[in-house]
């Protein structure tokens, strides 16, 4: 089974500074899909990043970036520049590729991020 | 920006009781989700809907809980007997074939008194 694993349930990043969040991941495909959503305090979901697998390249976003080591099944998002708004609850999700066909989100158990002015 | 809309954005109702989470998903979007997320803890699927029914369901997703898209825009979930256990927040999530990216809506907020 697909597992998502955020060992940082809090982080903390001084304005302007920069932070990265971790996530490792199991799974025997070879052909998905991760993603950064945040979660700020009105609970809303909102994705920050995507990852296609088969791609090396690793994906930014303005001041988000991410780290993906396939083999080390690891994907982790980097946050430059940190703003207040920044302050949120980040999950990390995967999702298999079925070749053009849904396959379900597995979320993380997120990482609180709070931004000290 | 096209978003995906869910209405209410809070919801109280007592045990036993029926609810419907409504969802207008993108328009040009063809697979529809929901999503669950007790406080404090993460989100956990439901199920996934494309052509008319159920692609996939979670075992959460008991005889309680049915979906529906009732006309060419809606896309419904049903709790037919609330449990205080179903309080959380409710997530309803569309997106293209193929893309991988699901818009999420802002959620629904269920609370079973």
């Known amino acids: 089974a697909q597992t998502v694993t955020q060992s940082q349930p809090e982080m903390s990043v001084q304005e302007a500074e920069t932070v990265t969040l971790s996530c490792t991941y199991d799974?025997?495909?070879?052909?998905?899909?991760l993603f950064w959503y945040k979660q700020p305090p009105s609970r809303q979901m909102i994705l920050v990043i995507r990852?296609?697998?088969?791609?090396?390249q690793n994906a930014t976003e303005n001041r988000f970036s991410v780290n993906f080591q396939k083999a080390a099944k690891s994907f982790s998002l980097k946050i430059s520049d940190s703003q207040l708004g920044d302050a949120a609850m980040y999950f990390c999700?995967?999702?298999?590729?079925?070749?053009?066909?849904?396959?379900?989100?597995?979320f993380g158990k997120g990482t609180k991020l709070s931004v000290k002015p | 920006e096209p978003e995906v809309t869910q209405t209410p954005s809070h919801q109280v109702t007592q045990m036993g009781q029926e609810v419907i989470l409504r969802c207008v998903p993108i328009?040009?979007?063809?697979?529809f989700y929901w999503y669950r997320q007790i406080l404090g803890q993460k989100v956990e699927f439901l199920v996934s809907?494309?052509?008319?029914?159920?692609?996939?369901k979670s075992e959460i997703f008991d005889d309680q809980f049915s979906v529906e898209r009732p006309d060419g825009s809606n896309f419904t979930l049903k709790i037919r007997s609330t449990k205080l256990e179903d309080s959380a927040m409710y997530f309803c999530?569309?997106?293209?074939?193929?893309?991988?990216?699901?818009?999420f809506g802002q959620g629904t907020r269920l609370t079973v008194v």
């Open positions: 999530a569309s997106s293209e074939s193929g893309t991988g990216m699901a818009f």
């Open positions: 799974t025997s495909e070879s052909d998905y899909y």
């Open positions: 990852q296609e697998a088969y791609k090396q």
């Open positions: 999700a995967y999702r298999i590729n079925y070749g053009g066909s849904q396959g379900n989100l597995i």
């Open positions: 328009s040009n979007h063809l697979y």
């Open positions: 809907f494309y052509n008319n029914e159920i692609s996939e």
